[in-house]
């Protein structure tokens, strides 16, 4: 099962409020979905830095979160995430939802953006989980000595 | 009284990992010392992108650890760290070593320097604080209605 939720806080809090206020969040989720696995987006300094430092930060509680009930974490690039599901790692943010919507047989484009594109972060995870464990299998076999 | 100590995690290990390493040291400390504020870098990415990262994760972290026992947390810029002990905000690291040493009397300065930049941090935090107060307090005696 893929679990998708949206925590907001008031962009005029105090940043240490804020981050208190997601992993409150972050932790009932945990709670009431009892994930194997969390895919958090891997944050890169490319355009708006301000933008970057609060995901950076917002990033790091939903790792902790994770790491602290032992449940393994990945992480995948934006353009990874929108390779995975559109083709291309330049996709607009528009495609990234028509293709979550498709993949994903819902009836409209999930609201707000932030959470198609958490719904496309989970498909890359598990479409790039499944690919590996082929590959390593694949491998395997290769590499097994002949009878 | 001015704790400080400094937790170092292994640079090849998984980040995720490391949030969870600080988490633990931070939440050690936090119960040895049971300190009323907790003051915190703020961080700017501004030279190397990828190190900044990791610090504005860090201190996400001890925000975190003190938000959630109810400790106010103060972020203070580098420079305003600098310019509080040694009088200019472009001062060399060395140079905020030996003003901690000095204004703490200790015998050497401390080492790691990451451990002087925290002592700085926590010196800064007072000093400001004090100056505030005395502002403020100045201040309302000049509101203060005349008899």
């Given at each position: 099962m893929v679990a998708c939720g949206v925590v907001r806080t008031p962009a005029e809090e105090d940043i240490a409020l804020r981050l208190l206020q997601i992993e409150q969040g972050i932790e009932e989720w945990l709670d009431?979905?009892?994930?194997d696995k969390v895919a958090v987006e891997r944050v890169f300094a490319q355009h708006n830095v301000r933008t970057v430092m609060g995901t950076a930060?917002?990033?790091a509680v939903a790792m902790l979160c994770a790491t602290r009930r032992g449940i393994p974490v990945a992480l995948h690039t934006p353009s990874e995430v929108k390779a995975a599901v559109s083709g291309s790692g330049r996709a607009e943010k528009a495609q990234v939802?028509?293709?979550v919507t498709r993949i994903l047989r819902?009836?409209?484009?999930?609201k707000p953006a932030d959470a198609a594109d958490a719904l496309a972060l989970a498909i890359?995870?598990?479409w790039r989980g499944t690919a590996n464990n082929r590959i390593a299998a694949a491998l395997s076999r290769v590499r097994e000595p002949r009878p």
């Open positions: 009431r979905h009892r994930p930060q917002a990033s939802g028509a293709m819902l009836d409209a484009p999930p890359c995870h598990i």
